[in-house]
C-alpha cells in the first residue's frame, strides 16, 4: 500500500514514494490544505465553499467542492493509495492522514517533544529537535493560497514559526552559542522590530560577545520604536535585561560553550517552525548577594521584614523543598488530550513574566481532581523547588489562614507570620520569587478565594480545579481552560479493566461496554461501579449492569457506600439559585436528546434572550453542555444521562407539578409550531397535508424567519428531537399533537430519504390516535405509514395500509384526506402495472384536491399521470399533463413540489426528443434543488442534464454532470441512482469511442 506525504509548510506539496503528486488548480489547492489544517475532523461543504470563494461562494459552489473532492480521490487513487482518504463525513469531509505523513503533524510532534526537553533541563537535545523541526520548512505556510480564511492560518502558522525560533535561539545562547546566533538574530530583528523576545536574544547575544554598545543600541532602538508605534514601554523582561547590560551583572556572562549533538544547527532567519509555546531559558548562575550587598535571606528573616526588596538577579535558597501532593491516581486513565494541554505549561518563563495557570473545569465527579493530581506527579521533576497543594473545598474560608499553611510549608516560622493578609500575600509571593513552584488549588469556589494565592512570578505553575468557569481567572491571568466532558467508550472499559481484577471485564466485552455506557461515562460513577464489583467477585458484569439499566434506581446504585454520584451532583445542583433550580428541573421533563434556546424559552414562557441566559448559567455550572450550533445557527444544550436522572428526581419534588407539566406540554405543542411552518414555506403553503385540533403556541415571526431561512436544514438540525417529541407526546396521551406533528414532519423525512424516522413518526402517531380513539388521526397515519412503507419497497403491506387509510378516512367524511391517501395509492398500483386503475385513483382525486386549493399535490397528481403516460409511450401526453404540473407548481414558488414538476417535465421532453427544451426544465429544476441543498434530488437533476447533453452531443458537459452526480449519489448512499448513473457512464464511454453514434432515448 502505498503512502502519502503531505507538506503545508511551503507551497502544497504531495509525494508518494518520492514521486511528486501534481495538483490541480487553485480551488483543489485550497480543498485540500483546509482539510489538512483540519486533520481528523469533519469540514462542512458550507466552510470549504466559504474559503475557496473567499465568502462569496457561486450558487454551484457545493457542486464544484463535490467535484474538487472526486479529483483528490481520484489522484490518490492513481499514486495507489489504498481506501480513502477523504472520507464523507455529513455535513461534510474529513481528510484521514492515518498512515500518511504530514509535515505540519511532525513539527508540532518535535516542536512539542523539544519544549519538554526543555523543561526538564535537556537544553542540548531540545536544541536538536528544534532544529529538526525547522528543517522541515520549505518557505512560507500555504504560499500561492490566497482568500482570508487560508491567509488567516498562514499569519497564525508565521507567528508559530517566530515563536519557535525565539525557543531555539534561546536555547543556544543558554548552550552558549551566542557567536553564531548574533548576525542571524540581527536579521531576524530587522525583520520584525517589535517582536521583544526577539529583541531580547539578540541583545543578549550581543552582550555575551562583547558587544555591550551595541546590545545597548539595540535596546534604544527598539525602546523609541514601542514608544512611537505602540505607545508603549518596552515589556519587563526588556528592561531588566537593559538594566544588568548597564551594570554588567554577573548573572548575564555567558555559560561555557556545549558543544552541538548532531549536526550543525540551521541559520535561525533562514528557517522556519511551529512551536505553541517557547521553552524554558535556563537561569544562569547568580550570587546570593542582592543590591544592597546583604547576604541572601532566608524565609525566617522575610517573614520579619517590614519592606520588599524586589531583584531577578537573586534567588533565595529555601532551606525546604515542599512536597505536598496528595497520592497519585492508580487507576487514572485517559485525559491525553487534557494532559498535552497541562504538558504545554512546562514550557518555562522569565521570572518577570506573570505565572502560567491552568483552570480544570467540570461538573462534580467528573474527575478534576484526578487530572490535576496525576498531572502534577507526573510533572513534578520540571519544579525542583517544589510542589504546594491546598483542598479548598475543605480548606479554610479565609484567604489569610490558607496562605499560612503555605507559607509554613514554604519554610516560614509559623509563629513569625505576618497577622495581616495583605502581608502573608507580599510574604508568599516573595518566598515564591525565582523559585520553580507548582501550586495545585483544587475545588476552588470563586475567583476571590483564588487571586490571593497567585505567585507573581513566571517560574511558578498553577493548576486550579472548580466547578466554575471562572472567567475573571482567564481575562486577568491569562489562564488555559481545561474543560473535561465524560470519558470516551475506550477510556471508560479502560477504567473499569483497572479497578476490577481477574480478567472479569476482558471477559464480557459487551457488558463491560454496556455498563460504561450506563455509567455515563463519568469517572465517579464508573469508579463506584467497579468497586461494587472489586468487592463482590461473584457478581458478573452483566449482573451490574442489568441493575443499573433500571433508570429509576440507577442513581441509588451508583451512590452507595462513601462516593455517591447523588451526593456530587448535589454539589452543583446546590449552588443555583432558586429560579435556575427551577429552570434545570423543568428541562429534564422533555424527553429530547438536546434543546434549542427557542424551545427552552417556549417552556418557560419567556424572551428566547432570557432562555439562553439561563442555559449558558447552566453550562457555566456544568450541568449541561453544549452541542450545538446546529444548521440554522442556534446553540444546543443536552444533559448527560446520570444529570437528567438527577434532574428528573428533582422534579417529582417540584412544589408545582401542574404548573411544569403545563410548561412540558407547551413546550411539545411549540415543536408543532414550527414544524408547520416549516412545512409551509417548504411546500408552498398548508398543502400534501391533514392537521388536526391540537393548540399551537405562538413563535414570534422573526424568530420563525431567522429559523427557517432554508426549512430543511432546520428539520435535519431538529430531526431527533421531532422523533422523540412524537414520542413523548404519544406517551403521554396527546394523541392530536402526535400524529398532527408527525404529519407535518413526515414530508422532510421523504425529501431526506430518513425511513426508519418516517416510520416511526407514523407508528407512534398511530398508535396514540388508536389508543384515544381519534379516527381522523388513524386515517392519516395510515396512509403515511403506507407511503413510508412503500418508499421502503414493501408493496404489500404498504397497499393494506392505505386500502384501510381510505376506509377510515371516508368514514369519517375527510374527503381532502382520501384524495391526499389515493395519490399514494395510485403510485403503488402503478409499480404494480396497474396503469389504468392508477389513473383512476389519480382523476377521482383531482376534484378534491383543487376544491381545496392544493396546488402542490394537484401537481404531484398531474406528474404521476405523466409518468403513466411515458410508461405507455406517449411522451408528447406526459409533456402535456408535466406543463399543466410545471403552471400550477410556479405558482408553489421555489419548492420541492415545483423542482419535481420540471424533473417530470425535462424527462418527459428528454423521452420526446426535445432536448433544448429538456435542458431548460431540468436546469429549472436544479437552480430549486440547489438552494435547498437536497443532495439527492441534485444528483437525479443532474442524471437527466447528462442525459440531455450527451444526446446533444456535449460529451464533456455530460461529463462533468455525470461525475458531479456520482459524487452526490456517494454521499447520499441511493444505490438505485448509482446504477443508473454507471449505466450512463458506459453510454458515455461507448459515445466517445472513434466512429461511435451517439446514443437515442429508447
Known amino acids: 500500500?502505498?503512502?502519502?506525504?503531505?507538506?503545508?509548510?511551503?507551497?502544497?506539496?504531495?509525494?508518494?514514494?518520492d514521486r511528486e503528486i501534481r495538483l490541480g488548480g487553485p480551488r483543489q489547492r485550497a480543498v485540500l490544505a483546509l482539510l489538512l489544517l483540519r486533520h481528523g475532523r469533519t469540514v462542512s461543504v458550507d466552510e470549504l465553499a466559504e474559503t475557496v470563494w473567499d465568502g462569496s461562494p457561486p450558487p454551484t459552489a457545493r457542486t464544484q467542492i463535490s467535484i474538487c473532492v472526486a479529483q483528490l480521490r481520484k489522484l490518490f487513487r492513481e499514486?495507489?493509495?489504498?481506501?480513502?482518504?477523504?472520507?464523507?463525513?455529513?455535513?461534510?469531509?474529513?481528510?484521514?492522514?492515518?498512515?500518511?505523513?504530514?509535515?505540519?503533524?511532525?513539527?508540532?510532534?518535535?516542536?512539542?517533544?523539544?519544549?519538554?526537553?526543555?523543561?526538564?533541563?535537556?537544553?542540548?537535545?531540545?536544541?536538536?529537535?528544534?532544529?529538526?523541526?525547522?528543517?522541515?520548512?520549505?518557505?512560507?505556510?500555504?504560499?500561492?493560497?490566497t482568500g482570508y480564511a487560508l491567509e488567516q492560518e498562514a499569519c497564525w502558522l508565521e507567528e508559530q514559526r517566530l515563536t519557535a525560533l525565539d525557543g531555539h535561539a534561546e536555547l543556544r545562547l543558554a548552550l552558549g552559542r551566542h557567536q553564531e546566533l548574533t548576525a542571524e538574530l540581527a536579521a531576524l530583528v530587522r525583520e520584525h522590530p517589535l517582536r521583544e523576545r526577539t529583541r531580547h536574544s539578540l541583545m543578549l547575544a550581543q552582550y555575551r560577545s562583547g558587544r555591550r554598545a551595541d546590545a545597548l543600541e539595540t535596546f534604544r532602538t527598539g525602546h523609541q520604536l514601542s514608544i512611537d508605534e505602540l505607545g508603549l514601554e518596552p515589556g519587563t523582561a526588556l528592561r531588566e535585561l537593559h538594566n544588568a547590560v548597564l551594570c554588567?551583572?554577573?548573572?548575564?556572562?555567558?555559560?561555557?560553550?556545549?558543544?552541538?549533538?548532531?549536526?550543525?544547527?540551521?541559520?535561525?532567519?533562514?528557517?522556519a517552525a511551529v512551536a505553541a509555546v517557547a521553552p524554558a531559558v535556563p537561569v544562569a548562575p547568580v550570587t546570593a548577594e542582592d543590591p544592597e550587598g546583604r547576604p541572601d535571606t532566608s524565609p525566617a528573616d522575610l517573614a520579619g521584614e517590614a519592606h520588599t526588596t524586589t531583584t531577578t538577579a537573586c534567588r533565595p535558597a529555601p532551606p525546604t523543598t515542599p512536597s505536598d501532593l496528595p497520592p497519585n491516581i492508580p487507576s487514572f486513565t485517559g485525559r491525553t488530550a487534557e494532559t498535552e494541554v497541562l504538558d504545554a505549561l512546562l514550557d518555562g518563563r522569565p521570572d518577570g513574566e506573570p505565572p502560567r495557570v491552568a483552570l480544570v473545569t467540570g461538573v462534580a465527579g467528573i474527575g478534576k481532581t484526578a487530572l490535576a493530581v496525576h498531572w502534577s506527579h507526573r510533572a513534578a521533576a520540571s519544579f525542583p523547588d517544589g510542589c504546594l497543594h491546598v483542598d479548598l473545598g475543605s480548606a479554610p474560608a479565609a484567604p489569610g489562614e490558607v496562605l499560612g499553611r503555605l507559607l509554613r510549608s514554604l519554610g516560614a516560622p509559623g509563629d513569625r507570620l505576618p497577622d495581616d493578609e495583605a502581608s502573608r500575600i507580599s510574604l508568599y509571593r516573595r518566598l515564591l520569587r525565582g523559585r520553580r513552584v507548582l501550586v495545585v488549588l483544587d475545588d476552588a469556589s470563586s475567583f476571590a478565594q483564588v487571586a490571593p494565592l497567585l505567585p507573581a512570578n513566571g517560574g511558578c505553575c498553577v493548576v486550579v480545579t472548580s466547578r466554575e468557569s471562572m472567567e475573571e481567572l482567564v481575562l486577568r491571568n491569562g489562564a488555559v481552560r481545561v474543560p473535561l466532558g465524560v470519558l470516551d467508550r475506550a477510556d471508560s472499559t479502560a477504567l473499569l479493566d483497572r479497578i476490577v481484577t481477574g480478567g472479569r471485564t476482558a471477559a464480557s466485552p459487551a457488558q463491560t461496554a454496556r455498563l460504561a455506557e450506563l455509567c455515563d461515562g463519568l469517572p465517579l460513577a464508573l469508579c463506584i461501579?467497579?468497586?461494587?464489583?472489586?468487592?463482590?467477585?461473584?457478581?458478573?458484569?452483566?449482573?451490574?449492569?442489568?441493575?443499573?439499566?433500571?433508570?429509576?434506581?440507577?442513581?441509588?446504585?451508583?451512590?452507595?457506600?462513601?462516593?455517591?454520584?447523588?451526593?456530587?451532583?448535589?454539589?452543583?445542583?446546590?449552588?443555583?439559585?432558586?429560579?435556575?433550580?427551577?429552570?434545570?428541573?423543568?428541562?429534564?421533563?422533555?424527553?429530547?436528546?438536546?434543546?434549542?434556546?427557542?424551545?427552552?424559552?417556549?417552556?418557560?414562557?419567556?424572551?428566547?434572550?432570557t432562555a439562553e441566559q439561563y442555559l449558558d448559567e447552566l453550562t457555566d455550572a456544568h450541568l449541561l453542555e453544549v452541542s450545538g450550533p446546529d444548521a440554522t445557527g442556534q446553540y444546543r444544550y443536552r444533559f448527560q444521562s446520570l444529570l437528567r436522572l438527577y434532574a428528573r428526581e428533582r422534579a417529582q419534588?417540584?412544589?408545582?407539578?401542574?404548573?411544569?407539566?403545563?410548561?412540558?406540554?407547551?413546550?411539545?405543542?411549540?415543536?408543532?409550531t414550527v414544524a408547520e411552518a416549516a412545512?409551509?414555506?417548504e411546500y408552498g403553503g398548508d398543502h400534501s397535508v391533514v392537521h388536526g385540533p391540537a393548540p399551537r403556541p405562538h413563535v414570534d415571526r422573526d424568530l420563525l424567519d431567522d429559523l427557517l431561512a432554508r426549512p430543511l436544514d432546520w428539520f435535519d438540525s431538529e430531526r431527533h428531537c421531532l422523533v422523540a417529541a412524537v414520542t413523548q407526546s404519544a406517551r403521554l396521551g396527546l394523541a392530536a399533537l402526535a400524529w398532527d406533528l408527525a404529519a407535518s414532519t413526515v414530508g422532510f423525512c421523504e425529501i431526506r430519504s430518513n425511513t426508519d424516522d418516517w416510520r416511526r413518526l407514523c407508528e407512534e402517531g398511530l398508535a396514540a390516535s388508536r389508543a384515544a380513539g381519534d379516527r381522523q388521526g388513524e386515517g392519516v397515519m395510515l396512509g403515511e405509514l403506507g407511503a413510508a412503507l412503500l418508499y421502503r419497497g414493501e408493496s404489500e403491506a404498504s397497499v393494506r395500509l392505505l386500502e384501510e387509510a381510505e376506509g377510515v378516512l371516508r368514514a369519517g367524511g375527510e374527503v381532502y384526506g382520501a384524495a391526499l391517501n389515493a395519490c399514494k395509492l395510485a403510485v403503488v398500483v402503478r409499480q404494480r402495472g396497474d396503469a389504468a386503475a392508477a389513473r383512476a385513483l389519480l382523476d377521482g382525486a383531482l376534484p378534491a384536491l383543487r376544491a381545496a386549493g392544493d396546488l402542490s399535490a394537484q401537481a404531484h397528481a398531474l406528474n404521476n399521470l405523466a409518468q403513466i403516460a411515458l410508461d405507455a409511450g406517449d411522451p408528447e401526453e406526459a409533456v402535456r399533463l408535466g406543463r399543466e404540473a410545471v403552471a400550477l407548481a410556479r405558482g408553489l414558488g421555489a419548492t420541492r413540489g415545483a423542482a419535481q414538476a420540471f424533473h417530470r417535465l425535462g424527462r418527459a421532453l428528454l423521452a420526446a426528443g426535445r432536448l433544448p427544451e429538456a435542458e431548460e426544465a431540468l436546469t429549472e429544476a436544479a437552480g430549486i434543488v440547489r438552494t435547498k441543498h437536497d443532495r439527492l434530488g441534485m444528483a437525479y437533476v443532474l442524471l437527466g442534464l447528462a442525459e440531455a447533453r450527451l444526446r446533444a452531443g456535449r460529451a464533456d458537459r455530460a461529463d462533468e454532470d455525470l461525475t458531479a452526480a456520482l459524487a452526490l449519489a456517494e454521499e447520499t448512499g441511493s444505490t438505485v441512482l448509482m446504477g443508473r448513473l454507471r449505466l450512463l457512464r458506459v453510454e458515455l464511454e461507448e459515445a466517445r469511442a472513434p466512429g461511435a453514434a451517439l446514443p437515442q432515448e429508447a
Open 529 to 609: 461501579a467497579a468497586a461494587r464489583l472489586a468487592t463482590r467477585p461473584h457478581w458478573t458484569v452483566r449482573r451490574l449492569a442489568d441493575r443499573l439499566a433500571d433508570e429509576h434506581r440507577r442513581l441509588d446504585e451508583l451512590s452507595l457506600g462513601g462516593s455517591r454520584v447523588r451526593a456530587s451532583f448535589e454539589l452543583s445542583h446546590g449552588c443555583l439559585s432558586p429560579r435556575l433550580a427551577s429552570v434545570y428541573r423543568r428541562l429534564s421533563l422533555l424527553d429530547v436528546p438536546d434543546v434549542p434556546a427557542w424551545a427552552v424559552a417556549a417552556l418557560l414562557d419567556c424572551p428566547v434572550e
Open 79 to 145: 499514486a495507489g493509495v489504498d481506501g480513502e482518504v477523504i472520507v464523507t463525513s455529513h455535513p461534510g469531509y474529513r481528510l484521514d492522514t492515518e498512515g500518511h505523513g504530514l509535515d505540519l503533524v511532525d513539527f508540532l510532534s518535535l516542536t512539542g517533544h523539544a519544549a519538554a526537553l526543555a523543561g526538564s533541563g535537556r537544553s542540548a537535545e531540545a536544541a536538536d529537535a528544534y532544529r529538526r523541526a525547522l528543517a522541515l520548512w520549505r518557505g512560507p505556510a500555504l504560499d500561492g493560497l
Open 679 to 681: 412545512h409551509r414555506r
Open 1 to 17: 500500500m502505498s503512502s502519502i506525504r503531505f507538506g503545508l509548510l511551503g507551497t502544497i506539496r504531495l509525494t508518494c514514494e
Open 653 to 672: 419534588e417540584d412544589p408545582d407539578r401542574p404548573a411544569a407539566e403545563a410548561a412540558r406540554d407547551r413546550a411539545l405543542h411549540s415543536w408543532l
Open 248 to 271: 554588567e551583572d554577573p548573572a548575564i556572562a555567558a555559560p561555557p560553550t556545549v558543544p552541538e549533538p548532531v549536526a550543525a544547527v540551521a541559520p535561525v532567519a533562514a528557517v
